[in-house]
């Protein structure tokens, strides 16, 4: 049995999967098990997948007809026979040291779940690491609240961290959600842990500007699905309430904000109603919380008085773009 296993879903990334890989050959740590999840690619994907499982035997890969980055997960999560679980996704690579870092860092703290930082890259490799929360080791609540109030985001991804075996698998990622699924994921998964041990040592490095990345394009039909998966995470926080479900809350609100302005950029009236009507009622509920910062509460305020005037407005007097 591996120490490791590495979930990878793999969809039409032959540009950049083998780079993922053999980031992982190049690891310090050598006892692990590799799952590549072609999830029906027709790019070349899946023989260069198959091509490095012949080089590597720790590599094994699971072909599948397309059916999304969930389901190829959780094929991930059935066929791991790993103590831990990690996750990587194909056009992202780690450092040499992830593996044994997440290890001595369980060894050293005996949390639950072990979470790095990382660093965005962009195409003309720009990159922006993650900051430093209060403390090391905390609770999810407050693991929860210091990801989803940290300045550069995106810490709620699942390839973050390393997580016991019989946890992982507790959990199955939603395979309706297309976006966001991750994140409601690592909630529920957090939410049934005890303890989280986390450093914002940037040792995986995550694609943001790829061609195809569904990251780099928005919507009114991507950001409904977004805020889908907001209201899940919101739920599954609400009867423990604290600050993460009040940061899940301003989270859903600046989703609602948002969705309003698409709407009304896409001229679809009744959509940008019913969206303005969400964000009021849900500013107006965040807007007792004091755990949040004032001018926060103030700003939420007053853009979803009028998602179009009020954002701009606030943006101005920051001095920079809505």
């Known amino acids: 049995m591996a120490e490791i296993s590495i979930i990878v879903p793999v969809y039409q990334t032959k540009d950049y999967v083998e780079t993922c890989v053999r980031s992982f050959l190049a ?54 026979a790993g103590r831990f679980i990690c996750f990587a996704d194909s056009d992202d ?47 999810p609540d407050e693991f929860i609240a210091g990801a989803l109030g940290e300045a550069n985001g995106m810490l709620l ?22 976006y966001g699924e991750d994140s409601l994921w690592l909630c529920e998964v957090l939410s049934r842990a005890g303890s989280v041990y986390y450093e914002p040592e940037p040792l995986y490095h995550y694609l943001i500007t790829r061609d195809g990345n569904t990251a780099t394009r928005i919507s009114l039909s991507k950001q409904e699905k977004v805020i889908e998966a907001a209201k899940a995470m919101a739920a599954v926080r609400k009867e423990r309430g604290g600050k993460a479900y009040h940061h899940l809350l301003k989270l859903l609100t600046d989703d609602e904000i ?33 755990d949040l910062d004032r001018k926060e509460r103030l700003r939420r305020r007053l853009s979803a008085f009028s998602p179009i005037i009020g954002v701009d407005a606030f943006c101005r007097l920051k001095g920079r773009k809505a």
């Open 258 to 290: 948002e969705a309003a302005r698409l709407a009304h950029a896409e001229g679809k009236k009744d959509a940008f109603r019913k969206h303005r009507r969400n964000a009021r009622k849900l500013a107006a509920e965040i807007a007792g919380f004091a």
């Open 93 to 139: 690579r780690a450092d040499p040291g992830l593996l044994a870092w997440f290890l001595e860092k369980k060894r050293k703290s005996s949390a639950d779940i072990v979470c790095c930082g990382y660093v965005r890259e962009t195409s003309n490799g720009s990159e922006c690491p993650a900051k430093a929360l209060e403390k090391t080791l905390l609770s």
């Open 27 to 80: 690891q310090s740590f050598s006892d692990w098990e590799m799952l590549l999840v072609d999830d029906g690619s027709d790019d070349g994907s899946g023989e260069i997948c198959d091509r490095l499982a012949a080089e590597d035997a720790r590599i094994r890969v699971i072909h599948q007809e397309n059916s999304g980055v969930s389901r190829a997960r959780n094929r991930g999560l059935q066929e791991a």
């Open 157 to 178: 991804s699942v390839w973050i961290g390393m997580y016991p075996a019989d946890l992982a698998k507790s959990v199955a990622f939603r395979e309706d959600l297309p």
